[in-house]
């Protein structure tokens, strides 16, 4: 089967339908030894047990931004080549991009309580994932507002383009942003991290990778399902008549 | 390029009368700064020191304020569809739309922001510096939003979507004005390290924000 076979929306429901079990599966085995292997890492001769936060830390601040790119990708396809699934793919993606990066600010915040003693700093990192976290809101907003999917998703793909030019622009800003105001005031300085440490991490990223094609690929399913139900209400309202 | 021009002229005129953002936004920026000393009391030092900051958000805020109805009122009333079918490029009749609205919302904060400065105990140098930073800097402001205005335009209740769509986007403007002005009243930076990448976003946003904008116009309106 080709790979431009699954733009059937059918197609790819049955290639959904046969994948999702598999790919969740396997999702939950990686997940399941990255997080038998991140408890059994040695800890930080610092930080202690609070090290192990840095396995779903990392990995959901990395999959925050992957959802971003995956949405470009889709608004590409939306704007150029008008494919609905594009459209279906941009929609189901925003909600897991924006629990990824609730997921992140949270076990942030909840890492750094012990170690700098603060829930939050205005530092660049946490301001630029926190203005991350308010585009993806405002993407998922545009959506909601919109009636037609079809209007929505084009719009949802210019904002998700402009953003994307956007994102990098702020992460610089506000490092400069900071230079300016305040030293740093925790940095990873020599950010070399031990193999013993960071194998685990590496499977946790595999895993959270996984973790977001299954709910992907499993939300665009739920949205085309979704869709052919609106497109069948709106038929039999209007043959009622 | 006369259509263009009878555009501007046209929008500016529609800003400066009755029910037009642009009285509106001095009174709403003068409100806004009015508030901040009755929130962080009256200590004249602190005030000095964070001036800047307040007078930049002032200001971006004023600048969301006529941006909802910027295409929107072109929507209701059709003329929208007359811009859309002309023969001048699109891209070039939002950026002079987006020029008419910054001189309509923004230039008049320039103006008024040294007498406003004043509340705020800033002295003379740090009142030029400001004004500085706002000339280089609500031209982006307004760019950027042009693109929530126009991906906004059909929606009922879209000033508020369009707050949120916008706000987030104009984050590095906001960092690299403020840190523009407080470089020049108390350092240590420079002022031009910041002061360029300014006028460097404001470039970037006067040619993504019309493209953007009128792409948006073109999807919406089919």
């Known amino acids: 089967m080709a790979l431009t076979d699954l733009a059937n929306p059918s197609r790819f429901l049955s290639f959904a339908n046969r994948a999702i079990p598999w790919l969740g599966g396997f999702t939950v085995i990686v997940l399941a030894f990255g997080l038998n292997q991140a408890m059994s890492a040695p800890n930080d001769y610092q930080q202690g047990d609070t090290v192990k936060i840095m396995y779903l830390h990392v990995p959901s601040a990395w999959l925050s931004m992957l959802a971003w790119a995956v949405m470009s990708v889709a608004a590409l396809g939306t704007l150029v080549w008008r494919h609905p699934l594009a459209d279906v793919a941009a929609k189901a993606a925003a909600p897991i991009g924006a629990a990824f990066a609730l997921l992140c600010l949270i076990t942030g915040s909840l890492w750094g309580r012990p170690e700098w003693g603060t829930y939050w700093v205005w530092d660049a990192r946490l301001t630029s994932e926190l203005v991350l976290f308010l585009l993806y809101l405002g993407v998922i907003a545009l959506w909601r507002t919109v009636e037609d999917p079809a209007r929505a998703a084009r719009a949802a793909a210019i904002l998700t383009l402009v953003g994307a030019i956007d994102l990098p622009i702020i992460k610089f800003s506000v490092v400069w942003w900071n230079t300016l105001h305040q030293g740093s005031s925790f940095g990873l300085t020599g950010s070399t991290i031990y193999p013993t440490m960071l194998i685990p991490l590496l499977i946790m990223a595999v895993a959270f990778t996984l973790l977001f094609a299954t709910l992907h690929l499993a939300a665009m399913r739920n949205e085309i399902l979704r869709r052919r139900v609106r497109t069948q209400r709106l038929m039999q309202a209007s043959t009622a008549n | ?222």
């Open chain 2, 1 to 222: 390029m006369s259509a263009l021009a009878a555009l501007l002229v046209r929008d500016i005129r529609i800003g400066v009368r009755v029910g037009g953002g642009a009285l509106m936004g001095v009174l709403f920026f003068l409100v806004v700064v009015t508030l901040v000393p009755f929130a962080v009391g009256p200590d004249l030092a602190l005030l000095k020191r964070i001036g800047p900051a307040i007078l930049w958000l002032a200001a971006l805020l004023a600048s969301l304020l006529a941006l909802d109805r910027l295409f929107a009122a072109d929507h209701e009333d059709g003329s929208l569809d007359l811009l859309l079918m002309s023969r001048a490029p699109l891209e070039l009749v939002v950026a002079a739309k987006g020029l008419a609205h910054w001189l309509t919302t923004g230039l008049p904060l320039i103006v008024a922001a040294p007498l406003i400065g004043l509340l705020l105990n800033l002295d003379p140098p740090a009142e030029a510096a400001l004004v500085l930073t706002f000339l280089a800097g609500t031209p982006a402001l307004t760019f950027i939003g042009l693109i929530g205005a126009a991906i906004s335009v059909a929606l009922r209740r879209g000033g508020l979507l369009l707050a949120v769509l916008v706000l987030p986007l104009t984050v590095p403007v906001l960092i690299f004005g403020v840190a523009a002005a407080n470089a020049a009243i108390s350092g240590p930076m420079p002022f031009g390290t910041p002061f360029t990448i300014l006028c460097a976003l404001t470039l970037a946003s006067l040619v993504i924000g019309p493209f953007a904008a009128a792409a948006a116009l073109r999807q919406e309106m089919e």
